[in-house]
Nanobody
Framework: QVQLAESGGGSVQAGGSLRLSCSVS?????MGWFRQAPGKEREGVAA????????YYADSVKGRFTVTQDVSKKTLFLQMNSLKPEDTATYFC??????????????????YGRGTMVTVSS
């Protein structure tokens, strides 16, 4: 069983930045970040595969968010810059369930953290 714990959420004004962290009990080749806004479905926003050889971003965050990892510390990061009110959501980190492939789709993941709330005010 993989355990994940997010931190770093909070409230920020539009244009500001936040850095989310995710502590992972067992590292997987494919790690990702998802978010879910009130009344909306959960969506993948960023993913990182095989030590950073490949990264994936949703179009809505491309150029503003950066996913990185420190495998030695079993920690996943999401740097979020130029935040917009529409980025307001609960953010979850995720780990793949099995080897093979990576991306923003939930089919790649079997483990999720409890989430951390991000609120961006205009």
């Amino acid at each position: 069983q993989v355990q994940l714990a997010e931190s770093g959420g909070g409230s920020v004004q539009a244009g500001g930045s936040l850095r989310l962290s995710c502590s992972v009990s067992y590292w997987k080749n494919c790690m990702g970040w998802f978010r879910q806004a009130p009344g909306k479905e959960r969506e993948g926003v960023a993913a990182i595969f095989v030590g950073g050889a490949e990264t994936y971003y949703a179009d809505s965050v491309k150029g503003r968010f950066t996913v990185t990892q420190d495998v030695s510390k079993k920690t996943l990061f999401l740097q979020m810059n130029s935040l917009k009110p529409e980025d307001t959501a609960t953010y979850f980190c995720a780990a793949s369930r099995m080897t093979g492939g990576c991306g923003l789709g939930s089919r790649y993941y079997g483990y999720y953290g409890r989430g951390t709330m991000v609120t961006v005010s205009s």
